[in-house]
């Protein structure tokens, strides 16, 4: 079960020594480690190219496209290995997550998904993960983030691989179409792996001022591209056996309703506190879902609305709130 790693960096000077020793003086070595460069001005690449001599399961690649998703596409193409993961370079890597599933039995399987640890200013948490296949769970709750799959490496390219659209919850994007796609999972459940650094920003409110604009773009790219990634999809294998793709493709479109509503909501909490000029990129979103694509009814539209106002009012956990009502066979229903 031979693994590659591949980590996506710019402007990370003084992390991603931090990064690759963990990785690197783990149990068990990857059997190659991939740093792609995206363009760094802050000596970045000059520090890899340093750090890799005399290491030579080491690559070092540059991406001039901006985004990680197009880093890791550029590492994922000089992926020799079987299964290939991906890592962010700020992170920690854990030092016996090789040894683990080196030992794993994980013939038959396209991915193994995996719990990790989030670490806001110090303080560890488990992230919240849900093993679960139902797309609509990655949708409201973000099971499949960067750290939390391991893919068998055909398998991720069989389905396109990461978007390079995408700029923001790029991960909770390709987790989304690796859930329509069905894929045969192993779900680790004995422990969780890494600690994944997050500043309080990133995780509480700035974020969403700051990159607003990224976050709408995934989430147009996942409504627009429903149909047509899914219905045509991006290999000669999925055309030939659609049966693998996911069947109900009309439960999807409200909890993405709902994701919507609850961003717009993040617009106008930061709007009204001064920290975001405008959210009408945003509430253009929501005009998506008016095409013949989906229609919300009078009471799904209240629901949104009322998520949206929760969350403009600074109100906790509207995402674990809508994932309730998503998969409440009656709430479908109305």
Not at 66 to 84: D, H, M, Q, Y
Not at 125 to 141: H, N
Not at 281 to 296: H, I, V
Request: charged share 25%; with cysteine.
């Amino acid at each position: 079960m031979d693994i590659t790693v591949i980590i996506p960096v710019k402007d990370r000077r003084d992390h991603i020594g931090k990064t690759l020793d963990s990785i690197l003086k783990s149990g068990i070595a990857p059997k190659e480690v991939i740093i792609v460069d995206n363009e760094s001005e802050d000596g970045t690449y000059q520090f890899c190219e340093q750090y890799i001599k005399n290491r030579p399961n080491v690559t070092l690649l540059r991406e001039t496209f901006p985004g990680a998703a197009a880093a890791r596409n550029k590492g994922l193409k000089s992926c020799k290995t079987e299964w290939v993961y991906f890592f962010d370079s700020d992170d920690i890597f854990d030092y016996n997550f090789m040894s683990t599933f080196y030992n794993a039995k994980v013939e038959g399987y396209d991915m193994i998904a995996i719990p990790t640890r989030r670490v806001v200013n110090g303080k560890m948490s488990i992230r919240p993960y849900i093993p679960s296949e139902d797309p609509r769970v990655q949708i409201l709750g973000d099971v499949l983030g960067t750290q939390n799959m391991l893919f068998r490496t055909e398998f991720l390219k069989s389905i396109g691989a990461w978007n390079p659209a995408c700029r923001a919850w790029e991960d909770w994007e390709l987790g989304l179409r690796v859930m329509l796609h069905q894929p045969k999972i192993l779900w680790f459940k004995e422990r969780a792996f890494h600690e994944i650094i997050a500043n309080e920003d990133s995780v509480i409110g700035d974020i969403y001022s700051v990159n607003y604009k990224y976050f709408v773009r995934s989430l147009m790219a996942a409504v627009n591209d429903l149909q047509s990634s899914i219905l045509q999809p991006l290999s000669r294998y999925h055309a030939q056996n659609l049966s693998c793709l996911y069947p109900h493709l009309d439960l999807l479109m409200y909890p993405l309703y709902l994701r919507t509503s609850i961003l717009l909501g993040y617009m106008q909490y930061e709007k009204m506190r001064g920290k975001s000029k405008s959210f009408k990129l945003a509430a253009k979103t929501l005009a998506l879902f008016r095409k013949d694509n989906f229609s919300p009814t009078a009471n799904q539209k209240f629901i949104g609305n009322c998520l949206r106002i929760y969350t403009m009012l600074g109100g906790k956990n509207a995402w674990k709130i809508a994932l309730r009502i998503a998969l409440d066979k009656s709430a479908r229903k109305a």
